[in-house]
């Protein structure tokens, strides 16, 4: 038998702790319950043989409640919709939607969130002139050096090339929008 100063030592917590799980938990094991003049009195191994339990339940409770958010079928489970979720315990899924969700609200309360179709907007005004302007440029550059025809419409082959190869990078990071118009230019 131990004292309560004796117990709280060896479990290594403040006697503040020890007297909130006592009034935390009824069946707490004690064999004596102190009052004027006379000690509290604990079994250790009783006490120990009860928190290892109550620990128990707690990781059981936990992993019940993981299991049963890991049954829900929500869109942010999706690696695309938020990044970085796989693997993640659902509780953790969800923290980082929720996460994701205040960023994003954060965004758009200091006007920094710009939609979609503003970019396909913005993408569908700007692209088809700056390829022009990139063509017109080479062609004046092949111009002022004297180059070959054949070689004017080469460089030119090979400017259009790179353009689509970077519009279909567009198209996969954008998720195959109306970006497929601008490819011809």
Do not use: H
């Amino acid at each position: 038998m131990v004292k309560k100063k004796e117990l709280a030592k060896l479990l290594k917590i403040s006697r503040q702790t020890l007297d909130q799980w006592l009034e935390r938990w009824d069946e707490f094991p004690v064999l004596e319950r102190g009052t004027n003049g006379r000690e509290w009195q604990f079994d250790p191994a009783a006490v120990t043989d009860f928190l290892r339990a109550r620990r128990d339940e707690e990781r059981q409770r936990k992993e019940a409640r993981d299991e049963a958010l890991a049954q829900l079928s929500l869109p942010l489970d999706d690696d695309e919709v938020v990044p970085g979720l796989s693997g993640l315990s659902a509780a953790d899924r969800l923290r980082m939607a929720q996460l994701a969700k205040l960023q994003r609200e954060e965004a758009e309360r200091l006007g920094r969130l710009v939609s979609r179709e503003e970019i396909e907007a913005a993408l569908a005004e700007g692209l088809p002139e700056l390829l022009r302007s990139v063509r017109d440029a080479a062609r004046g550059k092949c111009i002022e050096f004297r180059m070959p025809d054949e070689e004017t419409r080469r460089l030119d082959g090979a400017i259009c090339a790179a353009w689509t190869a970077k519009v279909r990078e567009l198209q996969v990071n954008l998720g195959k929008s109306e970006l497929e118009a601008y490819i011809d230019g």
